[in-house]
């Protein structure tokens, strides 16, 4: 089980690794661009972490967990999941670190997205 802290750091690099890549804090939060795009935002309190990305294939599984709801400010409907996690839960970090892959393939312009292996 990682602690929240782990977590984030693992998940913020996992989405800096991807080609152009880069991070900007707006709102006090961590958000991944591609190209001015966002296709995560990650926060990370000391009692929670949180992140949204954009799931146009596994939305209906992934809000079909405890940890997810769809993200707000209208962002739901275009198919942004929002994950949370408190001290102690239970972090599938390479199920994340997929929906974190399946976010930049939707917002990255599509010769960058093409230019990552298959998952």
Do not use: C, Q
Not at 60 to 79: C, E, Q, S
Not at 90 to 117: F, M, Q, T, V
């Amino acid at each position: 089980m990682a602690d929240l802290s782990s977590a984030f750091e693992r998940l913020r690099a996992h989405g800096l690794a991807l080609p152009e890549a880069v991070e900007e804090h707006p709102w006090g939060h961590s958000a991944l661009k591609v190209r001015s795009k966002t296709f995560v935002f990650l926060n990370l309190d000391p009692d929670r972490l949180s992140l949204s990305t954009k799931l146009p294939v596994s939305r209906d599984f992934a809000l079909m967990l405890d940890f997810t709801k769809p993200t707000g400010y209208g962002l739901g409907r275009a198919g942004w999941v929002s994950s949370a996690f408190g001290p102690g839960d239970e972090i599938d970090l390479e199920l994340l670190e997929r929906w974190i892959l399946e976010s930049y393939r939707a917002i990255a312009p599509k010769r960058l997205a093409a230019s990552l292996p298959e998952s």
